[in-house]
């Protein structure tokens, strides 16, 4: 598969720093996660996820601490009972789907 073309896109420095942090310790590169997204775009017609506003928007600073915990928690232990499938596994599956 030829990669040819370069995207350009201006987004907040902090925004993007934090988001190749996360990328980075996943072990995804950028270029990776665009590419799935712009394939998504293409299988799904449209965005993959909701642009929706929520009734009730959710932000750290109005959840209590119990709140953050319990949610973090749920997490955690969804990641030791092993709830989650590599990343490559699942990129793998997408890149099969849309060829």
Do not use: C
């Not at 799935?36 to 109005?62: A, C, H, N």
């Amino acid at each position: 598969m030829l990669k040819d073309s370069t995207v350009s896109a201006h987004v907040e420095t902090d925004i993007k720093q934090e988001a190749e942090d996360i990328l980075q310790k996943l072990g995804i590169p950028v270029s990776v996660v665009i590419n799935s997204l712009y394939r998504q775009i293409i299988f799904t017609k449209g965005i993959p996820f909701s642009l929706t506003i929520p009734t009730e928007p959710r932000t750290l600073d109005s959840m209590s601490r119990g709140e953050l915990d319990s949610m973090l928690q749920h997490s955690y232990e969804q990641s030791l009972a092993g709830k989650g499938r590599p990343f490559e596994e699942v990129f793998d599956e997408l890149e099969r789907g849309l060829d």
